[in-house]
Structure formats: C-alpha cells, structure tokens
C-alpha cells in the first residue's frame, strides 16, 4: 500500500487509520466513538453493487441521518455521536479506508509507547465485564 501510505502522509494531524469492512448480511451495534477532538473520514473503496450500505448517525433523540456508501467519496463525521452502519448485500462485502484526524494541534495527544498494546488489553477485560452483564440479564 505504499500510494494509500503516501497520501496519509499528506493529511496534517493523522491520528490513525485501518480498513473498515462490512461482510454481507452484517451489521455493527449502535455505538458511540471515545475522543471527542478526532473526526473519523470513511473513504469508500468497495460496495456491494446488489444492495446499499449506509451509515446511520443520530445527531438527536429524532434526528437520524443516513450517508449511503457510494465508490470513490469520502466523509467525516463526529466520532462520538451515536453511530452504526449496516450491509444488507447477501453476497458482497462493504470496505472503506477509515482515518481518524486530530481538530487541532492543541488536541493531539502523544500516547507514547505501547499504547495500542495496553489498549487492546484494557479493551478486552471491558468486553468480558459487559459479557457477564449482558449474560447476568443485568
């Protein structure tokens, strides 16, 4: 990926980015992003071509807005509000490129070594509490 690498070169204040991808019949939960001073862009790469992908975020109690997947565009949305997108294609998957960029350099936070590491460990210890909560019917 050495292009996709030189052009996240080009983008001032890059916090990070990975591939985003939707297998057919799925769909993420309801779920709110964890830093207020990053917006995430969604670049898409692949939609299915025999259903519509989107992605639902609610600005409001009744405020839902709807941003369909579409080749080749891109946006940024605010990370922390409520968000979930869905691919009801039976056969073909949904991929975009998602980035996370800092709203300023006064927000940009060094994580320092490790970071990742610690994270995916403290992720998981979190996911098993809310396991016993979900399996405890609490």
């Not at 001032?12 to 995430?40: A, E, M, T, W």
């Not at 294609?89 to 991929?95: E, H, K, N, T, Y």
Request: aromatic residues 12%; charged residues 25%.
């Amino acid at each position: 990926f050495p292009t996709l690498y030189e052009c996240l070169e080009q983008i001032p204040l890059l916090s990070n980015c990975c591939f985003s991808v939707i297998g057919p019949k799925s769909y993420l939960v309801p779920h709110f992003g964890d830093s207020l001073p990053i917006q995430r862009c969604h670049t898409v790469i692949e939609v299915p071509d025999n259903a519509t992908s989107k992605l639902f975020i609610q600005t409001d109690v009744e405020e839902i807005h709807e941003i369909e997947y579409n080749l080749g565009t891109s946006f940024f949305f605010d990370n922390t509000l409520l968000h979930w997108a869905g691919n009801p294609s039976p056969d073909q998957q949904r991929v975009n490129i998602m980035f996370d960029v800092w709203v300023d350099e006064k927000s940009k936070i060094d994580y320092g070594d490790n970071y990742y590491e610690k994270q995916r460990r403290s992720d998981s210890q979190t996911n098993k509490r809310k396991r016993l909560v979900i399996k405890n019917g609490k």
